[in-house]
């Protein structure tokens, strides 16, 4: 079992960076990825962002390449999503998430299995 915690969420104006942080505890088996997904409100959940447990691969959605960036920890029980330049659109509870470590990283929440409670982030124009 792993138990995700975010911390780092609040409120900022449009234009401001914000970083958030995950940690899982409870690990019993071996390596996992991590990665991140947001619903907005009265939206669906969306992926935002996911690493590999080594790091090397990452991914993205789409339209905030460029503005998040995703990272691992340096013991691996660790991600940071580092978000800048951010918009009202952001605005949204955003969950840690994390599943037994693939070469292929998937935006689809039903092949993530631990889910961490959500961090509400806001961003006022």
């Known amino acids: 079992q792993l138990r995700m915690v975010e911390s780092g969420g609040g409120r900022v104006q449009a234009g401001d960076s914000l970083s958030l942080s995950c940690v899982a505890s409870?690990?019993?088996?071996?390596?996992?990825?991590m990665g991140w997904f947001r619903q907005p409100p009265g939206k669906e959940r969306e992926f935002v962002a996911a690493i590999t447990w080594t790091g090397a691969v990452t991914d993205y959605l789409e339209s905030l390449k460029g503005r998040f960036t995703i990272s691992r920890g340096d013991t691996g029980d660790t991600v940071v999503l580092e978000m800048r330049d951010l918009n009202p659109e952001d605005t949204a509870t955003y969950y840690c998430?994390?599943?037994?470590?693939?070469?292929?990283?998937?935006?689809?929440?039903?092949?993530?299995?631990?889910w961490g409670q959500g961090t509400q982030v806001t961003v006022s124009s």
């Open positions: 409870g690990r019993t088996f071996g390596e996992y990825l």
């Open positions: 998430v994390g599943d037994r470590d693939r070469k292929h990283l998937l935006r689809d929440p039903k092949y993530y299995y631990y």
